[in-house]
């Protein structure tokens, strides 16, 4: 057998009402005083409101941090993270999307930089991109999401705006969280378009890990796999009844899963060209995979028929399809491109917003993601990414 690594976040809660363990949980952790980091979405939509009882009732004091944006910045960590400081917290819990979830993994490192009662900097996170830069400790850390997609409660990234659409990435073990929980009851309410995207986000991630160039491994296949035949069980009835706790539920796993197999195996030219629409037109980061996917499949399919064989007989178990190399990029991509169609999710760049003087731009910004082409399971230059988005247009 090959040889590989594999991490993943220490324990993880799956279970409906899970968050009523927090005050437990902070015990355990010995967290005092707690600091929330969230977005106003899950504030407004009175998601906080179970866990802020729990917590007076167990006498946990905490405050709650709720200016997390899309696509957060750099300044909204350094801000919730003094935040922190000047109520004294000692432990985060991060509650909301991938946006929150990476916030606040940032902040339980920034929380002990410079000593509790010093003020943290613009100038303190620098040294912190980049791939295993991060060498001291971090506070006690839970995540908790409230979208079944990004995976971002088992994966050692953060990612945070660092320019007008520049990204950057910190990558390490460190903040993968002590606690997961993932508990269905507070994705009750997330509108049926964003089910939609983020579940298809979690099944790209799928996707992507098993066919991933460099570092597929068992491990990941065995998740990605799972995930998949999770995520295309439940997705349509999550999207079509979006109260139906089972079917949350098990999205809000199977994107666990595939958080844990592209953690491990990392995802390549889908999300490399999904960024730049994501960067320069605000297309959410589902959605803009999902406009994307079914071109870059077929532009990888000598490369990566055989894998999407496994997976289509996968995703298509129930139909008695017969995959073989090659029909299955086809069959893959359409399953797609209906799904799409299905959750009225436009499929076409022109019906974002997308100009088609500006595919060259995309096609540059696609080129710069290198640490996600890589790992593509087909070589792709600014020709063939520019050749995609116009099929995609
Ligand atoms: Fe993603």
Do not use: W
């Amino acid at each position: 057998m090959q040889s590989f690594e594999f991490q993943t976040t220490n324990r993880i809660f799956n279970e409906i009402g899970g968050l009523s363990r927090t005050a437990e949980i902070c015990g355990e952790l010995e967290i005092s005083n707690l600091l929330i980091v969230t977005d106003e979405g899950v504030f407004n939509h009175g998601l906080l409101e179970d866990i802020k009882s729990i917590l007076k009732q167990n006498k946990i004091a905490f405050e709650i941090f709720k200016d997390v944006e899309a696509d957060p910045s750099d300044q909204t960590a350094i801000n919730a993270a003094n935040f922190g400081k000047e109520h004294k917290a000692n432990g985060v819990l991060g509650i909301g999307g991938g946006s929150a979830m990476d916030t606040a993994k940032v902040v339980s490192i920034l929380l002990l930089n410079k000593g509790a009662n010093t003020q943290v900097h613009l100038e303190d996170l620098s040294p912190l991109y980049g791939v295993n830069q991060i060498t001291k400790p971090r506070s006690p850390l839970i995540l908790v999401p409230t979208t079944a997609g990004t995976g971002s409660e088992v994966t050692p990234i953060s990612i945070l705006t660092t320019g007008e659409t520049t990204k950057s990435g910190i990558v390490s073990s460190v903040l993968l969280p002590d606690i997961a929980i993932l508990d269905a009851s507070l994705t009750l309410g997330l509108p049926s378009h964003i089910t939609a995207s983020t579940g298809i986000d979690a099944m790209v991630h799928a996707i992507e890990a098993y066919t991933s160039k460099v570092k597929k491994n068992p491990y990941s296949d065995m998740l990605a796999k799972h995930a998949l035949l999770i995520l295309s069980n439940n997705i349509e009835t999550a999207v079509i009844n979006g109260k139906n706790l089972t079917a949350r539920q098990n999205m809000l796993f199977g994107a666990c899963l595939a958080g844990q197999a592209f953690a491990n195996s990392p995802v390549g030219g889908v999300h490399a060209l999904a960024y730049p629409l994501g960067g320069h037109f605000h297309v959410s980061h589902g959605l803009s995979n999902s406009l994307v996917l079914p071109h870059v499949m077929r532009f990888n399919e000598s490369h990566a028929s055989r894998m999407y064989c496994d997976l289509a007989e996968v995703i298509m178990a129930d139909n008695m399809v017969n995959c073989t190399v090659t029909n299955s990029t086809e069959i893959l991509a359409n399953y797609f491109l209906q799904l799409a169609v299905s959750f009225d999710l436009p499929i076409k760049l022109r019906q974002v917003g997308v100009d088609d003087n500006f595919l060259s731009v995309l096609a540059e910004d696609a080129m710069k993601q290198t640490r996600l082409l890589v790992n593509n399971p087909k070589e792709m230059t600014y020709e063939d990414a520019l050749r995609i988005y116009q099929k995609a247009y």
